[in-house]
C-alpha cells in the first residue's frame, strides 16, 4: 500500500472479512466482497450496506455560516430549516462544477446550530482551499474539516429502514426524504439522514471514528435474518448509474456547466447571487453546446467511459461519460454528452464505437430505473 494512501475506520473490518481492496479517491476501499452482481441485487431486493466515510465533511458554525454557504452553493441556504438536507453544486466563477455536495441544517444537543457539508472524496482537498479562498468577510464563522474524526455508513434498499429501526431513538425512525438529525445509538452520538446514492430508500449514518466499528457491526447485527449484504464500490457505481445520478469525474468537471449536466433543479438563481451564478445565466441564455443524454445498447457489451457516440451517418456527435452492464435491466446502460442540437432532435438515432465495433444505441430517458415506492 502506497504510505500516502489512507484508510477508513472500517478498514480492518474489510480486510478481515474478505473485501477486495484497491486505491480510490486516496483511500485504499472495498471494490466487492461477492460480486457486483450479487451486491446490486441485495440492494435493490433488500439492503446493502455501504462504507463511505471517504466523503469529505466538512462542519461550519456560527451565526453567519448560512450566508457564507449561500455565496458558495448553487442552492438556497438561508432558508433552510433545522433538519433539511439539500443537494447542491460549488461552480467556479466560470460556472464550471467545482463538485456536487450535500447540505445539512443540524442542530446539536446542546441547541447550537449548525451545517455540515458532504463533498466527495476526490475533490476535498480542492473544497478546503476553495472555501479558504473564498473567506473574506466572513471571518467569524468557524470552518472545521472533520473528516478524520468521523466515519460515514450507508444502509440502503427497501429495508433498510426497518433494519435500522431497532438501533435508533422512535423519532428517526420517521425521517423523510432528505430529512437529517443529531442523534444518538446506544448512547453514542450519531447524525443520520435520510439520503444516498443508489436510487433506493435508506439511511446514512456519520458516526465518530472510535464508534464505527461498533456501529457497523450492530448494523449487520440488525440485518442478519434479512440479510443485510456488505457492498462496496464496484456495486455502488452500478446502483447510481441505473438511478443517473452523477459522479464527479464522469458527468461532472469544472468543464461542465450544471445545465449541460441537466441539474437546472439545483440552481436557484433569482433574488440571490453565488459564485458561477451570472456565468450560468448567461450560458442559459446563449444556448448549451451539449447535454446529458441516456443510452441503451442491446446485447451485453457495455459502452464504457470514453467511448465515441455516432450519429446515423457515423459522425461522431458526443462520448460515453459512464457505462456498464445493467444487472437490474438486463442490459447495456450508459449515460453521455451528446451535441446539443443533436440531442435536441427527438428523431435524432445512435450508435457507439465500442473498441472498433459499433454498435446501435436507443436514446432512454433518465433514470433508467425508478424504485418502488
Not at 93 to 111: H, M, N, R
Request: hydrophobic share 40%.
Amino acid at each position: 500500500m502506497n504510505e500516502a494512501t489512507k484508510v477508513t475506520p472500517l478498514h480492518a473490518w474489510h480486510v478481515a472479512h474478505g473485501g477486495r481492496m484497491a486505491p480510490f479517491a486516496g483511500y485504499q476501499m472495498p471494490i466487492q466482497y461477492t460480486t457486483i452482481v450479487e451486491e446490486h441485487e441485495a440492494v435493490r431486493n433488500r439492503a446493502g450496506l455501504f462504507d463511505i466515510s471517504h466523503m469529505g465533511r466538512l462542519r461550519f458554525d456560527g451565526p453567519r455560516a448560512d450566508q457564507w454557504l449561500s455565496r458558495l452553493l448553487t442552492r438556497r441556504v438561508l432558508d433552510m430549516k433545522v433538519g433539511q438536507v439539500r443537494y447542491s453544486l460549488m461552480c467556479r466563477e466560470d460556472g464550471g462544477i467545482l463538485d456536487d455536495v450535500l447540505v445539512y441544517c443540524l442542530e446539536s444537543p446542546g441547541g447550537t446550530v449548525y451545517f455540515l457539508l458532504v463533498v466527495n472524496a476526490g475533490n476535498r482537498d480542492k473544497i478546503v482551499r476553495w472555501i479558504g479562498d473564498h473567506r473574506e468577510g466572513f471571518e467569524d464563522v468557524q470552518f472545521h474539516d472533520v473528516t478524520e474524526q468521523t466515519a460515514m455508513i450507508a444502509v440502503q434498499g427497501p429495508l433498510a429502514r426497518s433494519i435500522c429501526k431497532p438501533l435508533l431513538p422512535p423519532g428517526v425512525q420517521t425521517l423523510g426524504n432528505y430529512r437529517g438529525c443529531v442523534t444518538e445509538h446506544y448512547g453514542k452520538p450519531v447524525i443520520v439522514s435520510r439520503t444516498g446514492y443508489t436510487g433506493e430508500d435508506g439511511l446514512e449514518w456519520i458516526v465518530r471514528e472510535e464508534d464505527a466499528a461498533r456501529i457497523w457491526e450492530n448494523l449487520l447485527l440488525a440485518g442478519r435474518e434479512m440479510p443485510l449484504q456488505v457492498a462496496g464500490l464496484g456495486a455502488r457505481d452500478t446502483l447510481r448509474l441505473e438511478a443517473a445520478m452523477p459522479l464527479y469525474g464522469h458527468e461532472l468537471s469544472e468543464e461542465i456547466l450544471p445545465i449541460e449536466a441537466g441539474l437546472d433543479f439545483a440552481l436557484q438563481i433569482e433574488g440571490r447571487q453565488w459564485i458561477g451564478r451570472d456565468a450560468i445565466v448567461a450560458a442559459a441564455a446563449a444556448g448549451v453546446r451539449r447535454r446529458r443524454i441516456g443510452l441503451t445498447l442491446d446485447g451485453k457489451r457495455a459502452a464504457r467511459q470514453d467511448a465515441a457516440v455516432l450519429d446515423e451517418s457515423g459522425k461522431a456527435v458526443g462520448v460515453v461519460t459512464s457505462g456498464s452492464f445493467s444487472p437490474t435491466l438486463q442490459k447495456p446502460i450508459a449515460m453521455a454528452y451528446v451535441d446539443a442540437k443533436v440531442a435536441d432532435d427527438p428523431s435524432a438515432k445512435y450508435q457507439v464505437d465500442i473498441r472498433g465495433t459499433v454498435l446501435a444505441a436507443v436514446r432512454t430517458p433518465l433514470p433508467f430505473y425508478h424504485r418502488v415506492s
